[in-house]
């Protein structure tokens, strides 16, 4: 009779074939926690360069949070031990988020100005957007660039208001006869009073009512790929990134 499968525990070799990972997966683990760390490390110098006082502003935010929710802990209600416990947590993660505020700061800063900033911006958000960099751009580094996501169609200018408008009008023109159902928005990012930064522009977009389903995004952006193929490209790069080549994933917002 021959025995039902599983009837003899498992050998050694079996067991380590199910159970052991092997040094493979270790070294995997390793080598990101490692990437992580200097991710943390090129986003802390960064930050630095900006705001020259950051590592004493977070040391003062973690020792001013901890005082204020371990002091009345301690005194009136739990142990000194257990409101320690409770309040360093708490203190970190309210530093942790002050350098993440600054940290994205310093990354809006790095950028600021430079063309093609804007769409660098938008690259890096969260959620259902596409930008294609510079497709209306003038010889004095003016441009346009275009996002599609769930509000339909935004044009984002860069450059003095007397000279982008032009470039947006054309655009928005061009895009209502390719796009007639969608809505289209202008956004201007510049210094001048009617314009928008670089750091506010991510809250300006998330702003914008959700008129388009998931869906109907793609097959607008496909359909504004197939048209573009038919003109001539632009010929400048996409917008500046800081130095480590992307925005971290950690200020992405």
Request: glycine share 8%.
């Amino acid at each position: 009779m021959v025995p039902p499968i599983g009837a003899y525990p498992p050998t050694r070799v079996e067991r380590m074939s199910t159970t052991d990972p092997g040094p493979g997966s270790k070294k995997k683990r390793g080598g990101k926690f490692a990437e992580r760390l200097a991710a943390i490390r090129e986003n802390y110098r960064m930050t630095r360069k900006v705001h020259r006082w950051v590592g004493w502003e977070m040391l003062g935010i973690f020792v001013a949070v901890s005082a204020v929710i371990a002091l009345p802990l301690g005194l009136f209600v739990i142990n000194w031990l257990t409101a320690l416990l409770i309040a360093i947590p708490l203190g970190l993660l309210a530093a942790v988020a002050w350098f993440s505020r600054r940290a994205m700061n310093a990354a809006y800063a790095s950028i600021e100005g430079q063309p093609g900033a804007a769409a660098a911006v938008i690259e890096s958000m969260r959620g259902n957007w596409s930008v294609t960099p510079a497709v209306a751009v003038t010889k004095n580094s003016d441009l346009v660039s275009r996002a599609i996501g769930r509000c339909g169609v935004v044009l984002v200018a860069e450059g003095p208001s007397g000279r982008v408008q032009h470039l947006l009008a054309n655009e928005r023109k061009k895009t209502a006869r390719w796009l007639p159902e969608v809505p289209i928005y202008e956004i201007q990012v510049g210094t001048e009073p009617a314009q928008i930064s670089v750091a506010k522009l991510q809250r300006e977009l998330n702003k914008l009512p959700k008129a388009l389903r998931p869906a109907e995004v793609n097959d607008i952006r496909r359909r504004l790929e197939a048209l573009s193929k038919r003109e001539s490209p632009v010929p400048l790069p996409k917008g500046p990134l800081p130095k480590s080549g992307k925005i971290p994933k950690s200020m992405r917002g």
